[in-house]
């Protein structure tokens, strides 16, 4: 069956302490690999899309990384505003159904 | 932001109840998804659609039903409600080549 996992399930870091977020999967065929920021009571907010083994991306002091089985998401110098939780999804097919994972909910403190 | 809203934002309704859920766009998108998030299940997918009357079922349809009768919306009914069906509901659209998808602010459905 296929799978995403993400790790570690809760962070807590200190602003400016850099850290990264595991995606891990088990799809065969994968056709894209997606990040999502969600705040509290809010809908996921689309970050990145990687679509092939070694691609990179940035956004301000996030940076998302991609292998054959698995994604980063590096946070770097992270501020309070940086909690959330982030979510991995990898999309196997070619009408765009997603498969998520659980979250990973990062927690910034001053 | 894709231009989603979701109607109702909260609903408490009763066992057995129908309930409708409507998610509207503005963009003219063709795919159109309905996901429910519940703690230590993440999003999955309920039912899609990739055009008016064209809609197909994902990994947790059993219960739920769903509609496009317009381009620019998407509705998805519970038949009779069940505990079972407490969620928050998100709807989302595809855009681009890769289909990525962008998410609405989500219904938050409780069923007493």
């Known amino acids: 069956e296929d799978q995403v996992t993400q790790s570690p399930e809760a962070l807590r870091l200190q602003e400016g302490e850099s850290s990264s977020l595991n995606c891990s999967y088990t799809?065969?065929?994968?056709?894209?690999l997606f990040w999502y920021r969600q705040d509290p009571g809010k809908g996921p907010e689309f970050l990145f899309t990687?679509?092939?083994a070694g691609e990179e991306k940035e956004k301000e002091r996030l940076k998302a990384t991609l292998t054959k089985k698995e994604s980063f998401l590096h946070i770097t110098a992270p501020k309070p505003e940086d909690s959330a939780t982030y979510l991995c999804?990898?999309?196997?097919?070619?009408?765009?159904?997603?498969?998520f994972g659980a979250g990973t909910q990062v927690v910034v403190t001053p | 932001d894709a231009g989603i809203t979701q109607s109702p934002r909260h609903k408490v309704t009763e066992t057995g109840t129908p309930v409708t859920l409507r998610c509207h766009q503005t963009?003219?998108?063709?795919?159109m998804y309905w996901y429910r998030q519940d703690p230590g299940h993440g999003l999955r997918l309920i039912h899609y659609?990739?055009?008016?009357?064209?809609?197909d079922k994902g990994e947790v349809s059993d219960g739920y039903s769903v509609s496009r009768s317009k381009t620019e919306d998407f509705l998805l009914t519970l038949e009779s409600a069940t505990s079972s069906q407490t969620s928050v509901y998100f709807c989302?659209?595809?855009?681009?080549?890769?289909?990525?998808?962008?998410f609405g602010p989500g219904t938050r459905l409780t069923v007493t």
């Open positions: 999804a990898v999309q196997f097919t070619s009408w765009g159904k997603l498969q």
């Open positions: 799809v065969s065929g994968l056709r894209g």
């Open positions: 990687l679509y092939s």
């Open positions: 963009e003219n998108h063709r795919y």
């Open positions: 659609s990739y055009g008016v009357k064209d809609t």
């Open positions: 989302a659209i595809a855009t681009g080549a890769l289909y990525e998808q962008y």
